[in-house]
């Protein structure tokens, strides 16, 4: 199975899974607050009747304990008894602020009767014919209770978010630190054979019977491509050598070359709208870049076809468009084509792209992307380069 598709399955089962638990979460502690705001009403009421109990009945020493026991056992919801013009007579549980006077007090709970008003309605309780109000609000442990799952979601979010950033950021690091660690090792490898190559190749040209021989420029030819490929691989691998070169002329050179390699089916085409405008570049791994564009366009359009590039300078940036014939990308594989390991030929390795992305992105400054793509119309790959002025 695709990894791509895999990875973004697995993706889509996570956000679902903490889409549940969030809404999980949620309905539950709205329920167990209901149920409290249930149980602190039980309450107020019970403590209304208890304070009618203790102000109206004839003193009786068991009614008097148990309606102090009930009265007392409130030791979480702020209540006030105020009469029936909302002057405040008492009140319980009431956090004052600490640096309040006395004389303050007052204005204090009246303002605090505004609130406990919004939130519940206030029981009414008669003494001896006079009407009184029992205002109270939720305790605290209820506006702890409501305002928590959001509290507890967003850490959970916080801490994902980083999560996700720092993972990210290492699996970057450590694909970067491979693909350089491999190019590094491998322009290693192929430099000593390469040097007594060249060796031989001098010796072929200089000594007969060999230096008539068509054969040996022919082994010239192959020593010098290789040449080229162990230079694209040390550039990957060290911080690249940039310098400032006319656009247009890389480009040309490299279809040139690549032109001579290519069946006579594949024609190409080169338009320079820039006026030979410059760019801070690295010739090796640009033709590199080319190379693997033109490549796939040509494995697109199976070897007939064109190839027609137009360069053109938009504000400060230089854009490389790259069109071919081929069959075109389908708009669902689009954003997958970058990725290593994305492929759809049977030999091929999905490193093209990735490799010209990162030349792209990260050794230059700019970006890569596909610019246009229609099925059986061709694609277009468009170059981004900073522009030099
Ligand atoms: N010009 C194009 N037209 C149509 N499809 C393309 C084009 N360029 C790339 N693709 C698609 O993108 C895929 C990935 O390209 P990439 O160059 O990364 O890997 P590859 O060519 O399959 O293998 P290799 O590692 O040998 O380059 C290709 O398999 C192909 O499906
Ligand atoms: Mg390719």
């Not at 602190?40 to 003193?59: F, G, H, S, V």
């Not at 850490?155 to 993972?167: E, M, P, R």
């Not at 796939?296 to 070897?303: C, K, P, T």
């Not at 069959?327 to 997958?336: D, E, L, T």
């Given at each position: ?99 309040m006077k006395v004389k303050d007090q007052t204005a204090f709970l009246e303002s605090e009767i505004e609130t ?274």
């Amino acid at each position: 199975m695709d990894i791509y598709k895999l990875n973004f399955r697995i993706k889509l089962s996570i956000v679902l899974l903490g889409i549940l638990v969030v809404v999980g979460s949620l309905i539950y502690t709205d329920y167990l607050a209901k149920r409290l705001v249930e149980r602190e009403r039980k309450l107020i009421d019970l403590y209304a009747k208890a304070l009618e109990t203790a102000a109206t009945q004839e003193p009786n020493a068991n009614m008097a304990f148990l309606s102090e026991k009930i009265i007392n056992a409130n030791t979480s919801v702020p209540v006030i008894l105020a009469d029936e013009k909302g002057e405040p007579l008492s009140s319980k549980n009431i956090d004052f602020p600490a640096s309040m006077k006395v004389k303050d007090q007052t204005a204090f709970l009246e303002s605090e009767i505004e609130t406990m008003k919004e939130q519940h309605e206030p029981i009414l309780i008669e003494f001896y014919g006079m009407k009184n109000f029992i205002y109270y609000k939720d305790s605290q442990i209820l506006t702890m209770l409501r305002y928590y799952p959001y509290i507890q979601l967003s850490a959970i979010l916080f801490l994902s978010l980083a999560g996700y950033v720092a993972f990210n950021y290492s699996r970057k690091a450590e694909q970067s630190r491979v693909w350089v660690g491999l190019a590094k090792e491998t322009a290693h490898q192929l430099g000593t054979p390469l040097s007594s190559l060249f060796a031989i190749r001098d010796y072929f040209r200089e000594e007969a019977p060999f230096k008539d021989d068509p054969m040996t420029e022919e082994l010239a030819k192959d020593i010098d491509r290789l040449n080229v490929i162990t230079a694209r691989f040390s550039q990957i691998g060290l911080e690249g050598k940039l310098s400032s070169e006319i656009v247009a002329n890389v480009i040309e050179e490299n279809i040139d070359y690549l032109k001579s390699r290519t069946s006579s089916y594949v024609t190409y085409s080169m338009k320079d709208n820039t006026d030979g405008a410059s760019a801070v570049m690295n010739i090796s791994l640009m033709g590199w870049v080319i190379e693997n564009i033109c490549k796939n366009a040509i494995d697109a359009m199976d070897g007939r076809g064109s190839i027609a590039i137009d360069i053109s300078a938009v504000k400060n940036k230089i854009c490389i468009d790259i069109k071919d014939s081929g069959k075109g990308i389908p708009k669902n594989k689009i954003k997958s084509i970058f990725k290593p390991g994305f492929t759809t030929k049977k030999r091929g390795w999905g490193l093209g792209l990735t490799l010209v992305k990162r030349i792209i992105e990260e050794y230059h400054g700019g970006e890569i992307y596909v610019l246009q793509s229609g099925i059986e119309k061709g694609t277009t790959f468009r170059i981004e380069l900073k522009k030099e002025v």
